[in-house]
């Protein structure tokens, strides 16, 4: 299943990260595709926010991963665009923050090919000059589930 936005400023694209949390599940892979400046990062704010976060999102470009509690969901937040080597993937565990109940979201996934969870969720977010657009499609049961509930 696909769906489809424009995000003509920031606040929609946060906007869709909490309507993608409002329909996500424990255990939801989303990966996060798109140029830099896309807006993957702002996604992942809306997303956190729309699951009560309230502190700040910081882009993990260097920690790899950024943890985060929502009630009892752990969420993962993921930019892998740093690695070079997937030995330091190896090395930080990556596969065991998939546990198949935290959320993940995953920027730059193509980095981690091969030691990460396939996604429920594909967002890519593409942009030509100013004017952002974002789909949505689901690759498993799950994802069909998600795209299915999410109220863009
Ligand atoms: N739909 C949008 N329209 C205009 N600017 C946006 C939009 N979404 C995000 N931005 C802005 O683009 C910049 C880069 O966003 P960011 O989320 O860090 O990108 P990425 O993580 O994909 O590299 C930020 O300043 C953000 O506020
Ligand atoms: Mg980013």
């Known amino acids: 299943m696909r769906l489809e ?8 694209t946060v906007s869709f990260g909490k309507a993608a949390a409002a ?14 400046g896309a807006g993957k ?8 926010l729309g699951l009560g976060h309230t502190g700040p999102v910081k882009s993990p470009t260097y920690t790899l991963v950024e943890p985060y509690t929502a009630g009892s969901l ?50 890519r977010i593409s942009y030509s000059g100013g004017a952002r657009k974002a789909e949505a499609e689901s690759s498993t049961p799950l994802g069909d589930q998600i795209i299915s509930g999410w109220n863009k």
């Open 41 to 48: 990062t702002t996604f992942a704010r809306g997303f956190l």
């Open 5 to 12: 936005a424009e995000l003509p400023d920031d606040e929609s």
């Open 74 to 123: 752990s969420i993962y937040h993921f930019d892998l665009y740093r690695v070079s080597d997937p030995e330091e993937l190896e090395l930080m565990g990556i596969r065991d923050y998939f546990d198949g109940s935290s959320v993940c979201l995953v920027e730059w996934p193509d980095r981690g090919d091969g030691l990460i969870s396939p996604p429920d969720v594909t967002v």
């Open 23 to 36: 329909a996500s599940r424990p255990g939801a892979v989303f990966y996060l595709e798109g140029p830099l």
